[in-house]
């Protein structure tokens, strides 16, 4: 028996409704911290519907005069470069070891994930000791260095299972027709793996962005970056949460941008989608 328009409707509008509801759940936190941004320290913590006109601005400025920008700016330094380091080491090397015949693959797929899984403290420790003595603490190289301790693992893995999916023969193919095996991997293979290439960078750049634990340890003044330089905030006199919360929104404005441009990638990587 045919299933009625009506039907049909209801459950849509169920579906739509829940999603809704889901979006909303988890866009609160980022809609509160923006309503706290505009209010006055006095009027933090008065519920919005008492209070709706009593804004400011002055939020904006503190953070402005603050050491925000510039932790920001070397967020944006470091996150990008050691992103783009990443991949440009391990895309090479999950092809490899997608396509090689290495009978030393199991070693490395496990090697590879014991780095994934290790906590970060298991590094930071050593890191810290290896940096004092050659002097990169507070330095863009350390920091950077650091992130693909955390990165790399990740975009081998990831490189290695998107590349599986390409056929050997288009491989093979190529190589017949005289091309050389980086001409393979730059024309044929990572454009056919592009959808889990691109997310796998975007989640490495969301891992080394929003970084607190290295940062904390291996930076300094010169190269503190945004999610520490919102502890400056936080004194014993004070906590200043209305630029916490705008400086939290802040900080994720410029993932969205890459979220977005990233979506459609993600959502075919997560689906194992090869581009033919």
């Given at each position: ?11 849509q ?10 979006a ?16 006055p ?20 400025s ?23 380091l ?20 199991f ?43 955390l ?39 990572i ?36 999610p520490v330089?919102i ?6 006199a ?33 689906g ?5």
């Amino acid at each position: 028996m045919p299933r009625s328009k009506h039907s049909f409707s209801l459950k849509q509008a169920a579906g739509v409704a829940m999603m809704l509801a889901f979006a909303f759940f988890a866009l609160l936190p980022i809609i509160w911290a923006l309503v706290l941004s505009f209010r006055p320290t006095s009027h933090l913590f008065v519920p919005i519907w008492e209070a709706p006109t009593v804004l400011t601005l002055d939020n904006f400025s503190t953070l402005a005069r603050s050491d925000f920008p510039f932790a920001l700016f070397n967020s944006l330094v470091t996150a990008g470069a050691s992103t783009a380091l990443a991949m440009l080491i391990g895309v090479p090397a999950g092809f490899a070891l997608a396509k090689g015949r290495s009978h030393r693959k199991f070693i490395a797929s496990w090697l590879l994930l014991l780095l994934r899984m290790a906590p970060p403290v298991g590094f930071v420790i050593p890191l810290f000791l290896l940096y004092l003595n050659v002097g990169l603490i507070d330095t863009w190289a350390g920091l950077i260095a650091a992130y693909m301790v955390l990165t790399l693992p990740l975009v081998v893995w990831s490189s290695w299972t998107s590349m599986a999916q390409v056929p050997d023969e288009l491989i093979e193919a190529c190589l017949l027709d005289g091309a050389t095996l980086f001409q393979t991997l730059t024309k044929v293979v990572i454009p056919a793996a592009r959808p889990g290439i691109i997310a796998t960078a975007v989640l490495a750049f969301l891992i080394a962005w929003n970084d607190f634990f290295f940062a904390l340890i291996i930076t300094r003044s010169d190269t503190v970056t945004a999610p520490v330089a919102i502890m400056n905030f936080v004194s014993y006199a004070r906590v200043d949460w209305g630029s916490i919360a705008l400086a939290s929104v802040v900080l994720t404005v410029p993932t969205v941008p890459v979220i977005i441009f990233a979506n459609k990638y993600i959502v075919q990587s997560m689906g194992g989608a090869v581009k033919g």
